[in-house]
């Protein structure tokens, strides 16, 4: 059986008891390393798990550079997945589980590695958990949307005009991958002051930060964990 098992947005209280118990049945957990010219980076994901009592031996690290060129990454993934359906032939009963942050369905690299396995013909199961913009939500407290309010996630890059109609809607807007679009938040902070503005990073890490003081955003460098919520209420 090849699973995705989503983590949650960081904090590990908050996997899914379903999610929990498939790490703690897997054979392997295929778990992602970030890197950049600087090396290797701690993996967040294998943190969380160890500190849920995963053993060691279960935990299978995997390179992935972190780079605006995403040659490196795709590779990174299809060896990933060929290296689960090598496993997989040569061990029918072994139970594998890829890991992905928040939920494994939503803007997810999940979604290269499951490509690369199904086309070569196995079958993958999916296990859904918290999408860090649902806990950064929590966070504020109240509704994401509420009534007839609609909700647009824009995945940190859009034409001017997509983000135009976004500021100008009734709206709420959820930004991902506040990296690449940090000029055009801060500008649309100052040109929009009548919409309401909150600032997450790291939700549920050791280093989380929010504030929902539009000055405040303005003083930040926008990492690429980071969500930005515009509400119209
Ligand atoms: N599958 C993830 C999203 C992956 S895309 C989910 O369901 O949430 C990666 C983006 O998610 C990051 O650029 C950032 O915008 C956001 N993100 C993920 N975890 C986060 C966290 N703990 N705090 C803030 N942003 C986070």
Known sequence: MIYFVSLGPGDPELITLKALHT?????CIYTPVPTTS???????AAEMMRSLGIREEQIQLYDLPMSKDRDGALEAYTLVA???VRRQESEPEALLVIVAEGDCGFYSSSAYIGEHIEARGFTTHQLCGVPA?????S???????QLEEQCTVIPGSATQEEWSRAWQSPHT???MKGSLCEAEIKEAIQRYPERRWHY???????KEFVTSDPEEIQGRTFPYFSIIISKCR
């Open 23 to 27: 790490l703690q049945r897997a054979d």
């Open 38 to 44: 600087k090396g290797r980076h701690t993996s967040k």
């Open 82 to 84: 060929d290296e689960v």
């Open 133 to 137: 913009f649902i806990a950064c939500n």
């Open 139 to 145: 966070l504020l407290g109240g509704q994401l949307v």
């Open 173 to 175: 807007i959820v930004v």
């Open 200 to 206: 997450f990073e790291f939700v549920g890490m050791p």
